[in-house]
């Protein structure tokens, strides 16, 4: 059997795993269906067998996507006798908005709950150079990886995400700040970029991701470029592959050690996929450029990963490739076993970095106050939990 065989095998053994975790479908107890979350074939099927023609789904993706309109009684291009049909069959959802809590440097956490009351975190983190920001989105209720600096890894996988869930953080998001176009023109664009690197392991989830990126992406609708959104990935190595043949988004690989003896350790899925395997699809991956650089995550653990040798073999691991690594200070959990790097070790390492010609911005913690930082998502539904 051939390498490409292999990696098919395992791309189909990975989706037949996560369909052990599917959501729910999303039909209420009074039988009306989310239209949030179909595609736009399912949307036109759904239509069809709802006795109308193909342009009536995309009046509605236009409402419901690029307007944000909820209330079908709000969409002025149907007739009120198809919108009260309408709301008879269907609804316009969104995630609950369970908790919110605003950080004092603005960054904001969500938690939202949905309808089978499983709950995720979505964090709005706000550039301060600029007026705009990111939305930190996550693929799954808790995590199968079990990295051992991440809060979130200590939540165990509940489920993945439907479409509709991972559309509907964002779409929750933007509710939040009013950031649907508004009569005159005058609507913000604060949330500009997306990170799917909130609670889980996307490419673990990859049917339902791709699908909700794809709406997101779509001209017609939220409009968002695939150049303003970022998958993050431990390195599930065969499906970086298709992420990247079929999305083709930044990508972004949470590396945080050089050899595999301590990533093996600390990133477990390293004794699947080892370093060289996942260096390999980062190679492979299609679009990166010197203006699409591949970011490479790299926790700084004091004394763990952070000495002036890591940072020269990071160097090597990584030389020839359009990249910059993100140098993230460890940020504190409840329980946890490690110590954020010194600020002195942490400029020493980013110097190496950059003398060899990569970017290597220490990322400045945000949203510590309400466990919104990196590495700290985790329901609070399961924080309660174990207290």
């Known amino acids: 059997m051939s390498v490409t065989d292999l990696t098919a095998a395992e791309r189909e053994r990975i989706l037949a795993k996560a369909a052990h975790f599917s959501?729910?479908?999303?039909?209420?107890?009074?039988?009306?269906?989310?239209?949030?979350?179909?595609?736009r074939e399912e949307l036109v099927a759904e239509m069809d067998a709802f006795g109308e023609k193909p342009f009536r789904a995309k009046q509605l993706w236009h409402w419901i996507y690029h307007q944000g309109v909820r209330d079908f009684s709000a969409m002025s291009s149907i007739a009120k006798p198809l919108q009260e049909k309408l709301a008879e069959r269907f609804i316009v959802g969104r995630p609950e908005v369970a908790t919110d809590q605003l950080s004092k440097d603005d960054t904001r956490k969500f938690l939202f709950r949905f309808r089978d009351h499983e709950a995720v975190e979505t964090v709005y983190i706000p550039d301060r150079r600029e007026d705009r920001g990111a939305v930190c989105i996550s693929s799954q209720v808790g995590c199968?990886?079990?990295?051992?600096?991440?809060?979130?890894?200590?939540?165990?996988?509940?489920?993945n995400l439907s479409a509709a869930e991972i559309v509907g953080q964002f779409m929750a998001a933007r509710d939040a700040y009013g950031e649907w176009p508004s009569p005159r023109g005058e609507t913000p664009r604060l949330l500009s970029t997306i990170v799917l690197m909130g609670m889980g392991e996307p490419l673990y989830n990859y049917e339902n991701v791709a699908k909700a990126m794809k709406i997101i992406m779509?001209?017609?609708?939220?409009?968002l470029s695939r150049r303003r959104i970022t998958l993050s990935t431990s390195g599930v190595v065969p499906m970086m592959d298709r992420a990247g043949e079929e999305l083709g988004v930044n990508l972004a690989v949470s590396l945080h050690a050089v050899t595999d003896e301590l990533r093996d350790e600390i990133v477990p899925l390293n004794r699947k996929y080892p370093i060289k395997e996942v260096i390999e699809a980062c190679r492979r991956y299609p679009g990166a450029s010197n203006a699409r650089r591949i970011t490479f995550e790299y926790i700084m653990l004091r004394g763990v990963n952070d000495s002036e040798a890591d940072a020269r073999a990071l160097v090597k691991l990584i030389?020839?490739?359009?990249?910059?690594?993100?140098?993230?200070?460890?940020?504190?959990?409840?329980?946890s076993a490690y110590q954020p790097s010194t600020p002195e070790q942490l400029k020493k390492f980013a110097a190496i970095v950059m003398n060899?010609?990569?970017?290597?911005?220490?990322?400045?913690?945000?949203?510590?106050?309400?466990l919104a930082a990196c590495g700290q998502l985790k329901s609070a539904m399961e924080k309660d939990a174990a207290e």
Do not use: M
Not at 23 to 39: A, K, M
Not at 144 to 159: E, P
Not at 218 to 223: K, L, P, T
Not at 360 to 365: A, E, H, K, L
């Open 319 to 335: 030389a020839g490739l359009p990249a910059k690594v993100n140098l993230i200070p460890f940020n504190p959990w409840p329980g």
């Open 23 to 39: 959501p729910p479908d999303y039909v209420l107890s009074d039988g009306r269906r989310d239209l949030v979350g179909l595609s």
């Open 218 to 223: 779509d001209n017609e609708g939220i409009a």
């Open 356 to 370: 060899a010609g990569y970017a290597s911005p220490i990322r400045t913690p945000r949203g510590r106050d309400i």
């Open 144 to 159: 199968t990886l079990s990295c051992k600096f991440c809060h979130t890894g200590t939540q165990r996988l509940a489920r």
